[in-house]
């Protein structure tokens, strides 16, 4: 069931954006498709290999619709400290996505330093409007726009509020960068969620294992394709120092989010069950993190 689909079907309150319950876990289903490994030395076409080995953009994105694209764009930083998703990585999925038909495809991030110095120095602002097409969006957060979703199968909390233009895309497509983190040990796609999230984030680290799952349990990640070009491997999540970061030159991109970020540990010389929210979202049934359980598919770009 597409998210249309899904909010034409749910009762709306709250303003008429709540999601009441949230998107079902499809982990099996999800995962049939595998995990796609891609390295090469150009990250554009490390992703465009990735995407097409799990069936192209046109497999998830449809003529028409509206699509979010939601990478790291969280901190001061530049592409060389790997703080935030490479703009190239970045400026490629949003190409395949009109490739596919999107009639609007739109980028944006609630950042931790100052949103107008973040945009600008990752990058990102640049390789976006660069393109030059009015069908691309790339926009500061509304603090005032985030909706209320009720989640009573949630564990931290049974309420949580998301941006309402996630809410009301046909498609949100997952786009972190690969690092460390201090409170989490690592963040990847299912941690990318609190950039779409609402109300106090400082709050969810009391229990983010039960937290990150509820957020990923109320808002599906169609695609999710974690940028691994450069890896920060220590001092995350805002990073800093050129000798934390690693060049890895990869992408890991699959539907199944938590079985994506279960092969991503593996960039960083860990395993899933060294990553609580891991363990916890494949306990609650969100998906794969058993790495014998996941098809990974290594491609050469």
Not at 45 to 65: Q, T, Y
Not at 169 to 197: E, Q, Y
Request: aromatic content about 4%; hydrophobic content about 45%; overall charge positive.
């Amino acid at each position: 069931m597409d998210r249309r689909e899904f909010m034409v079907k749910t009762s709306i309150a709250c303003a008429g954006a709540a999601l009441l319950g949230g998107f079902p876990a499809a982990a099996q289903a999800q995962a049939a498709s595998g995990v796609v490994v891609a390295t090469g030395e150009s990250p554009a076409r490390n992703v465009r290999e990735a995407v097409k080995a799990l069936g192209g953009m046109a497999s998830f994105v449809n003529k028409g619709e509206t699509v979010v694209v939601k990478p790291n764009i969280g901190w001061d930083r530049a592409p060389e400290q790997a703080a935030n998703t490479n703009p190239e990585v970045v400026r490629e999925v949003i190409a395949m996505c009109l490739e596919a038909g999107a009639a609007k495809v739109k980028v944006f991030d609630r950042t931790c330093n100052d949103p107008r110095r973040c945009y600008v120095t990752s990058g990102i602002l640049a390789a976006v409007e660069g393109m030059g097409d009015s069908r691309v969006e790339i926009s500061h957060i509304d603090e005032r726009r985030f909706k209320p979703v009720d989640l009573p199968q949630g564990v931290f909390s049974q309420r949580y509020s998301f941006y309402e233009d996630v809410l009301t895309a046909d498609k949100f497509i997952n786009l972190p960068v690969a690092k460390h983190h201090g409170a989490s040990r690592l963040t990847l796609g299912m941690k990318n969620l609190m950039g779409v999230m609402g109300s106090s984030r400082a709050a969810i680290h009391r229990n983010l294992p039960e937290a990150l799952s509820d957020l990923n349990l109320a808002l599906r990640s169609h695609l999710t394709i974690v940028d691994a070009t450069r890896i920060l491997t220590a001092n995350g999540p805002q990073g800093g120092m050129l000798e934390d970061v690693k060049k890895l030159d990869t992408i890991v991109a699959g539907t199944d989010v938590v079985a994506v970020d279960s092969v991503a540990t593996t960039l960083f010389g860990k395993t899933p069950d060294e990553i609580p929210f891991l363990v916890t979202a494949a306990k609650r049934g969100l998906g794969i993190a058993d790495l014998a359980k996941i098809k990974i598919n290594r491609v050469k770009a």
